[in-house]
């Protein structure tokens, strides 16, 4: 069983950036994958990043990459997004997940466990 918690989701206004947390529990965090999502009103929960075990490997979505950055540390049992130059369509909740075995970090049913969400709300 791991519990997750988002943090660091807010307001801010368009251009701006936001860093998102997510605290783990448990020892073995280092051995999970891990990937951020994220559902607007009305719209289907959508993949944003993802990242390996070590890190060494990420995948964003079209939308945010180039803007988006996923990190981790294992050390601390934390992921992180740091979220640049946002727009208002970048307004979602936001939850981090576990992501169980092999498949695409695309793929929400892939991933094990979920956290309760942090909001973003980007204003123009």
């Known amino acids: 069983q791991v519990q997750l918690v988002e943090s660091g989701g807010g307001l801010a206004q368009a251009g701006e950036s936001l860093r998102l947390s997510c605290a783990a529990s448990g020892r073995t965090f280092s051995t999970y994958a891990m990937g951020w999502f994220r559902q607007a009103p009305g719209k289907e929960r959508e993949f944003v990043a993802g990242?390996?075990?070590?890190?060494?490997?990420?995948d964003y979505s079209d939308y945010v990459k180039g803007r988006f950055t996923i990190s981790r540390d294992n050390a601390k049992n934390m992921v992180y997004l740091q979220m640049n130059s946002l727009k208002p369509e970048d307004t979602a909740v936001y939850y981090c997940a576990v992501k169980g075995g092999y498949g695409s970090y695309w793929d929400d049913q892939k991933y094990d466990y979920w956290g309760q969400g942090t909001q973003v709300t980007v204003s123009s």
């Open positions: 990242i390996s075990t070590s890190g060494s490997y990420t």
